[in-house]
């Protein structure tokens, strides 16, 4: 009887809950609040205590091909929550995950990625032809004039030839 006693009261203490709660961003939206863009290569990813040891995140050096927008030079190194240190890992829900090789368009505020995973686009070769395309994690309309759906599953989700991602990203930076 004891027990089931202590059970209903541990049972029913309020326990804070932490989430994460990740916006859904529109790509002109996107663009806008960027103040780099950013095609390049990742060389070099690894996780790196922080706050004291009480979490992981990773750091991520990407080799620069390309600026649409502001310019952080030819390498830079930026900071994703998240990551690995030996058998440590802190796990980060919405964060994008890096591997050296990765070929990324990122779109930077403040050195961090916008949206977390919503700001980081994959890069790779198109299985037919073998030329570069860009893997959207959301809907990107390729006509920047109109408003686009954010839905989760849409079928229009598919990849975009790196050069048209780029016209896109360039027509919203002179709207």
Sequence with gaps: MRRLLTWAVLVSIPVAVRATVLVPIEFRELVTLSNVIVHGHVTDAHGEWTDGRGTVETLVTVNAADYLKGDLGSTFTIHV?????????????????????????????????????????????????????????????????????????????????????????????TE
């Excluded at 796990?91 to 949206?115: C, Y």
């Excluded at 570069?132 to 686009?148: F, K, Q, R, Y």
């Design 81 to 173: 929550p998240g990551g690995q240190l030996g058998r440590y890992r802190t796990v980060f829900v919405g964060a994008p995950e890096f591997h050296a090789g990765d070929e990324v368009v990122l779109f930077l505020r403040a050195g961090r990625i916008i949206g977390l995973s919503q700001g980081a686009f994959r890069v790779v070769p198109d299985a037919q032809s073998g030329r570069p395309t860009v893997v959207s994690p959301i809907v990107m309309s390729l006509t920047p004039d109109t408003a686009e759906a954010i839905v989760r599953g849409d079928a229009r989700r598919k990849p975009v030839a790196l050069d048209a991602f780029r016209d896109v990203v360039r027509h919203l930076l």
